[in-house]
């Protein structure tokens, strides 16, 4: 049941019952197979599947919208080259021929960095009221209507797309808007607003943000301008990194939690060693696509390598608000959210500047800057992040529990020395 003063995971298992342990401190096992969190999470699994094909559907689609005749460069054209065609093919041949019945449009690549980048302009306005009103009301009804809305809207495309790229950036801003109600709020904001551990995960996110969206909005017309895959390739191909991210952040999350589990390392560790292990290769990796050149295979490979690896992060600083106010978890992952979807604003536009004369040089720097501010975003959480629970997330009867707690190991240390090994709950690591 919602609380009107935040989330909280110290529910009991039944309103009114006589047991009113924790839940979190139950012994209680639950079942193997269909249980009801199990059964939550793969409907969630399938609704968020329908939220993110409703968010990335333009990126594919505006590959066969966008009229380009002539995707290379002029002989003497000054600026590097871009990749030949396949041999024994042209820009006319049945690969590269625009889909009979699909009008096309003048759009240039700055035109299409603003429609790719105007979801995220209308995302942006509805997380922290959604996630403020599903803590009160409950979520299902606002992720529910906002898929509805957007998917209703999203129909609406083509009929935008004839109208102007006006109408269509306005459209794409209201699907935008109805999409931002599915996700995460509640209140101590000054102190939220203070406390650096939240700040760490805000920055983190947004930088590491930056590449995923680079790619997310922008991957399919690399794959069609620059490596010049026919459509129905390209569509498979740009799918490929994300299957490899999915797999990975679900391995990831089974071995951080074991690690947690098992004490072999602490919650800011293990946070730690998986947002760092996600995001550096990764940035490594990314640079290493604008090095490969024509080669399709490379080019696929290190595409891939990105976002496989970095799904790892998915159980490191994407997780951190659980950790740090599991109370407030919803309304930190609006926060979180709101400012971590501004680079799904400006990435696509950035990207349309780089790449106007859609050249190898251009593309590099795009990958060069994504890859900058994700290894900037992994040395300040590396530096400023925390595993440990806020004092702000704790109520007053928990942080009187925890002073007492804390009292109480202080003697044990003191008259029974360093003897055996001390196991302190998370809620005992409380910064002063």
């Not at 306005?125 to 009160?136: A, E, M, N």
Request: charged share 10%; net charge negative.
């Amino acid at each position: 049941m919602p609380l009107r003063n935040g989330y909280s995971i110290n529910s009991t298992h039944a309103d009114g019952s006589e047991d009113d342990e924790p839940l979190i401190e139950s012994d209680a096992v639950p079942p193997q197979c269909c249980s009801t969190r199990l059964n939550l999470a793969i409907l969630m699994f399938f609704g968020f599947s329908v939220v993110y094909g409703l968010r990335v559907n333009l990126s594919v689609a505006m590959v066969a919208m966008v009229n380009d005749t002539d995707p290379q460069p002029a002989p003497n054209s000054s600026v590097y080259k871009t990749c030949p065609l396949p041999p024994g093919t042209d820009n006319t041949s049945d690969s590269f021929r625009q889909p009979e019945g699909i009008p096309q449009y003048p759009w240039d690549s700055e035109t299409q960095g603003w429609l790719l980048g105007a979801f995220f302009f209308g995302y942006l306005c509805t997380q922290i009221p959604g996630g403020y009103l599903s803590g009160h009301y409950g979520g299902s009804i606002f992720l529910g209507l906002g898929v509805l809305c957007t998917a209703v809207l999203t129909l609406l495309t083509p009929l935008a797309a004839q109208l102007g790229s006006g109408w269509l950036f306005a459209l794409r801003a209201l699907e935008g808007f109805g999409e931002g109600t599915g996700h995460g709020w509640s209140v101590p904001l000054l102190s939220m607003l203070l406390s650096v551990p939240l700040w760490a995960i805000i920055v983190t996110q947004m930088c590491s943000n930056w590449s995923y969206y680079t790619l997310l909005t922008s991957l399919p017309t690399y794959m069609n301008k620059i490596m010049h895959f026919d459509l129905k390739s390209n569509g498979f191909l740009s799918a490929l990194p994300y299957l490899g991210a999915w797999l990975f952040a679900t391995l990831s999350g089974v071995v951080a939690d074991l690690l947690i589990e098992r004490e072999v390392f602490s919650v800011t560790a293990v946070r730690k060693i998986f947002t760092l292990t996600g995001l550096l290769p990764g940035s490594a990796c990314l640079v290493a696509v604008g090095y490969a050149g024509c080669s399709h295979i490379l080019t696929v490979i290190f595409l891939t390598l990105t976002s496989t690896i970095g799904g790892m992060s998915a159980s490191g600083v994407f997780i951190n608000q659980i950790d740090i106010a599991p109370r407030y978890a919803g309304f930190l992952l609006g926060i979180t959210n709101t400012f971590g979807t501004i680079p799904g604003v400006v990435a696509p536009i950035v990207t349309g500047y780089f790449t106007e004369d859609h050249t190898l040089a251009g593309w590099k720097k795009v990958f060069w800057v994504a890859a900058g501010i994700n290894v900037g975003g992994a040395l300040f959480y590396t530096i400023f992040g925390s595993g440990k629970i806020q004092p702000w997330a704790l109520t007053e009867e928990e942080r009187a529990e925890a002073e007492k707690k804390r009292d109480t190991s202080y003697l044990h240390m003191k008259y029974k020395g360093t003897a055996g090994t001390l196991k302190y709950q998370n809620i005992c690591s409380i910064q002063t």
